[in-house]
C-alpha cells in the first residue's frame, strides 16, 4: 500500500512562507490526484488544495492566491507552497493521495499522511 511521508512544517510569522512535501511510496501504479488538507483545533479537516493526475488544481477560497500547490510525477512528490500566511492558517496540514494499487482492480486507494504542524503567529 500507499506510504505517505510529510515534512516541511513549522513555527512561520504572519507575512512569512512555508512549503510543505508529501512523498508517496509503495506499490503504485498510478496516482490519480494529490491533495492538501488541515484541520484546525476545533475544526473540521477541510480541503486546502487539490491537484489532478493532469495538473489540474482547485483551492479553497481562504487560500486561493497565496497557496500554490504542485506535483514532482517523477518523484511522486507533491508541495504546497504557503506564501503571506495569516494566523488563521494554523492547522495540522495532512497529504492525501488517491491511487490505484492493482492494474486490474478500478478502485482508488486513499491515503493519509500522518500530519504536519503549521504554526503562523501575529
Known amino acids: 500500500q500507499v506510504q505517505l511521508v510529510e515534512s516541511g512544517g513549522g513555527l512561520v510569522q504572519a507575512g512569512g512562507s512555508l512549503r510543505l512535501s508529501c512523498a508517496a511510496s509503495?506499490?503504485?501504479?498510478?496516482?490519480?490526484?494529490m491533495a492538501w488538507y488541515r484541520q484546525a483545533p476545533g475544526k473540521q479537516r477541510e480541503l486546502v488544495a487539490h491537484?489532478?493526475?493532469?495538473?489540474?488544481?482547485t483551492y479553497a477560497d481562504s487560500v486561493s492566491g497565496r497557496f500554490t500547490i504542485s506535483r514532482d510525477g517523477a518523484k511522486n512528490t507533491v508541495y504546497l507552497l504557503m506564501n503571506n500566511l495569516k494566523p488563521e492558517d494554523t492547522a495540522v496540514y495532512y497529504c492525501?493521495?488517491?491511487?490505484?494499487?492493482?492494474?486490474?482492480?478500478?478502485?482508488?486507494?486513499?491515503?493519509w499522511g500522518q500530519g504536519t504542524q503549521v504554526t503562523v503567529s501575529s
Open positions: 492525501k493521495v488517491d491511487s490505484r494499487l492493482y492494474s486490474h482492480i478500478s478502485r482508488v486507494d486513499n491515503s
Open positions: 509503495g506499490s503504485i501504479v498510478s496516482i490519480i490526484a
Open positions: 491537484i489532478a493526475s493532469g495538473g489540474s488544481t
